[in-house]
Structures are given as structure tokens and as C-alpha cells.
């Protein structure tokens, strides 16, 4: 295990803008490190990795106290709309997040939207709905987004190719009690995971989108990247998995009837959703241009561009086979 290089800074943290429903924010984004995702066993996650070890909950406390202070010179600075604060797992578990914390963080952003994410195992209602009162503070402004990683609404898809321990009725009745307490859903889909083909991976993204658009308040879709120390790595170093074509990421979007936010982790890289390497960057762009804009002629367009790798895509969403090796690299 290597050592941590300074256990009182985030992992990361930028500031940005984002998208919710018809306007633009600022925002703040910080992934900190907490006591670690209880689950611990999706076949593509390393972030269950980035945790402390074997402190003591005073210990714990003190040093991502020291993180969310971080945050807050940020927040003082920059004055955000928006923000997004991540750990490796679930903020409402509070063996990971301790409550202590959880109040905090809710305190610091009073007034502003604050997004977080949780296993739906860790979404109390009692506990929700305070700190959903409590962002409020003395006007309306605030709000709690509850990020869900369902990933995708197949039970198949979700247990076999990820191992996520969570079912879609699980994740409805969750949403259902999260609207009750006053809060709003994100919800984390996974594009193309292990054992999938390229259409397949297409196919369930497009039938999700569908599913989740009456239950959820926003959709973000993350194409699979190749991270490090995972099941997911081993299969990818046996040429066993390919991440999705940049052309698949876009034809999604392009034909959703809702907003579909998309960050491609890895973009235009081996690990990570690309192409050929010369079309990768202006998808990219456009990509990126539309989880701002939402503008889908935009996204359109790019599907009508043409380039010498679409006919191996093509030919890969038409002929790739299930249960076996990927056509291409």
C-alpha cells in the first residue's frame, strides 16, 4: 500500500459550470478521501482504493475535516452556485462519512445546491430530510441532490458484468423517498461495462435513458474506463474488453429525449472511450460544449461527420458477437 502524500488535501477539487434543467451554474468540485466504500467489489471501480486505513474515528474525523476546509477557501473564493463533493462510496454511510462531517459539509454549503452520492443502503429518511432542512437555512435556495450510481435499469447488466448489490426496485423506492424529504436524484449510468458489446453497451444505455427520464431529476452517463487494479484491467490486458467508441458515447446522447450530461474519463486515450485518434478531439469538444449547452443539434451534427474509423464502428455495432473476444482495440 503506498503512502498517502498529504492526508489533509482532497484527492481533487476544481471549480467549473454546470447544468441544471434550463440554466448554467458555477461550480465547486472536490473528491475527498473518507473511510472507504463498504461495498468495495465493483468489478471497474478503483476508487474503493483511495481510502484511510485503520484510523480511528477521532482520527478520521480530524483529517477530513481538514479536507472540507480545503473545500471552504475554495467555496470563499469563488463563491459557486453549485457544489459537488465525492468520496470513494457513500457520504450517507456514516462509517465512511461520519456524521460530524455530513453536518458540516451541509452547513458550508447552506444556500447554495449541494450534490452528493450514496449506495441507497445509507438513504435514511430521518437523516435526509435534516439535511435537507438544514441547507435550506433561512431562505429556500437550497437544495440536496442525491447522486445514485444505478448504472443501468437490467439486473443482469448491473450484478453479473459490475457486481453493484443494488436492484432497480431498490432504486425507484429509494427515489420515491428521496422526493418525499424534499431532495432531487442524480443518476449515474454506466456506459458499455465488461461482457458487453459495442451494441449491447448502446442498447442498454438507450433503454435506461428511457426507463430512469420520469423517475429521476438529472442523468449523467459515464462511459467505462480502463482504472488500474481492477477486474476490469485484468480483462482489458487480455484484449477481453474494448471501452466504448466515442462514436457509440455521441449516438446516445444525440438521440436522447432528456439531458444527458457525459464526462469521458480517459477520452481519446487506450484506457478510456476513443476513436481512431483523429476524430477523438472534436467529439470530445462537442461533447463537452453540450453538458453545458444541452444543445443535441450540436451532438447531431457530429454524428454526420465522417471519418476513415465509422466504418469499423459500423461494422463493429453490426457484427460483434455476445460472449466473445472484442473485434477491435
Same mark, same amino acid.
Given at each position: 500500500?503506498?503512502?498517502?502524500?498529504?492526508?489533509?488535501?482532497?484527492?481533487?477539487?476544481?471549480?467549473?459550470?454546470?447544468?441544471?434543467?434550463?440554466?448554467?451554474? @458555477?461550480?465547486?468540485?472536490?473528491?475527498?478521501?473518507?473511510?472507504?466504500?463498504?461495498?468495495?467489489?465493483?468489478?471497474?471501480?478503483?476508487?474503493?482504493?483511495?481510502?484511510?486505513?485503520?484510523?480511528?474515528?477521532?482520527?478520521?474525523?480530524?483529517?477530513?475535516?481538514?479536507?472540507?476546509?480545503?473545500?471552504?477557501? $475554495?467555496?470563499?473564493?469563488?463563491?459557486?452556485?453549485?457544489?459537488?463533493?465525492?468520496?470513494?462510496?457513500?457520504?450517507?454511510?456514516?462509517?465512511?462519512?461520519?456524521?460530524?462531517?455530513?453536518?458540516?459539509?451541509?452547513?458550508?454549503?447552506?444556500?447554495?445546491?449541494?450534490?452528493?452520492?450514496?449506495?441507497?443502503?445509507?438513504?435514511?429518511?430521518?437523516?435526509? @430530510?435534516?439535511?435537507?432542512?438544514?441547507?435550506?437555512?433561512?431562505?429556500?435556495?437550497?437544495?440536496?441532490?442525491?447522486?445514485?450510481?444505478?448504472?443501468?435499469?437490467?439486473?443482469?447488466?448491473?450484478?453479473?458484468?459490475?457486481?453493484?448489490?443494488?436492484?432497480?426496485?431498490? *432504486?425507484?423506492?429509494?427515489?420515491?423517498?428521496?422526493?418525499?424529504?424534499?431532495?432531487?436524484?442524480?443518476?449515474?449510468?454506466?456506459?458499455?461495462? #465488461?461482457? $458487453?458489446?459495442?451494441?449491447?453497451? *448502446?442498447?442498454?444505455?438507450?433503454?435506461?435513458?428511457?426507463?430512469?427520464?420520469?423517475?429521476?431529476?438529472?442523468?449523467?452517463?459515464?462511459?467505462?474506463?480502463?482504472?488500474?487494479?481492477?477486474?476490469?484491467?485484468?480483462?482489458?490486458?487480455?484484449?477481453?474488453?474494448?471501452?466504448?467508441?466515442?462514436?457509440?458515447?455521441?449516438?446516445?446522447?444525440?438521440?436522447?429525449?432528456?439531458?444527458?450530461?457525459?464526462?469521458?474519463?480517459?477520452?481519446?486515450?487506450?484506457?478510456? #472511450?476513443?476513436?481512431?485518434?483523429?476524430?477523438?478531439?472534436?467529439?470530445?469538444?462537442?461533447?463537452?460544449?453540450?453538458?453545458?449547452?444541452?444543445?443535441?443539434?450540436?451532438?447531431?451534427?457530429?454524428?454526420?461527420?465522417?471519418?476513415?474509423?465509422?466504418?469499423?464502428?459500423?461494422?463493429?455495432?453490426?457484427?460483434?458477437?455476445?460472449?466473445?473476444?472484442?473485434?477491435?482495440?
Amino acid at each position: 500500500m503506498r503512502p498517502i502524500k498529504n492526508p489533509e488535501e482532497p484527492l481533487a477539487i476544481w471549480s467549473g459550470q454546470d447544468r441544471i434543467s434550463d440554466k448554467q451554474y @458555477s461550480s465547486v468540485t472536490a473528491i475527498i478521501r473518507s473511510g472507504g466504500c463498504s461495498w468495495n467489489r465493483c468489478k471497474i471501480c478503483q476508487y474503493r482504493h483511495e481510502r484511510f486505513f485503520g484510523l480511528d474515528k477521532s482520527e478520521l474525523v480530524r483529517l477530513m475535516s481538514a479536507q472540507v476546509n480545503r473545500v471552504k477557501d $475554495l467555496i470563499e473564493k469563488n463563491n459557486p452556485e453549485i457544489v459537488k463533493i465525492y468520496t470513494s462510496g457513500s457520504f450517507f454511510d456514516p462509517a465512511e462519512v461520519p456524521e460530524e462531517i455530513q453536518n458540516l459539509i451541509v452547513k458550508l454549503v447552506r444556500g447554495r445546491i449541494l450534490i452528493v452520492e450514496s449506495r441507497c443502503d445509507y438513504i435514511n429518511e430521518d437523516r435526509l @430530510s435534516r439535511h435537507v432542512e438544514n441547507i435550506k437555512g433561512d431562505g429556500e435556495n437550497g437544495e440536496i441532490f442525491v447522486a445514485i450510481g444505478l448504472e443501468t435499469t437490467s439486473d443482469d447488466i448491473r450484478e453479473k458484468c459490475i457486481d453493484k448489490g443494488l436492484s432497480f426496485s431498490s *432504486y425507484k423506492k429509494t427515489a420515491e423517498l428521496i422526493h418525499k424529504t424534499g431532495g432531487k436524484i442524480k443518476t449515474y449510468l454506466l456506459h458499455k461495462p #465488461p461482457y $458487453l458489446t459495442e451494441k449491447e453497451g *448502446y442498447d442498454d444505455m438507450v433503454r435506461s435513458i428511457k426507463e430512469i427520464i420520469p423517475i429521476t431529476d438529472l442523468i449523467s452517463m459515464n462511459p467505462c474506463t480502463v482504472q488500474k487494479n481492477t477486474h476490469l484491467e485484468t480483462l482489458w490486458k487480455q484484449q477481453a474488453y474494448r471501452p466504448p467508441y466515442l462514436w457509440t458515447v455521441a449516438s446516445i446522447i444525440a438521440q436522447s429525449d432528456a439531458h444527458v450530461t457525459c464526462d469521458p474519463i480517459g477520452g481519446g486515450q487506450v484506457r478510456g #472511450p476513443h476513436n481512431c485518434g483523429l476524430c477523438d478531439s472534436m467529439i470530445l469538444d462537442a461533447i463537452r460544449d453540450y453538458n453545458i449547452s444541452a444543445d443535441q443539434d450540436l451532438i447531431k451534427s457530429v454524428m454526420e461527420m465522417d471519418c476513415k474509423c465509422k466504418k469499423e464502428w459500423e461494422y463493429v455495432m453490426n457484427q460483434e458477437k455476445p460472449w466473445s473476444m472484442p473485434l477491435t482495440r
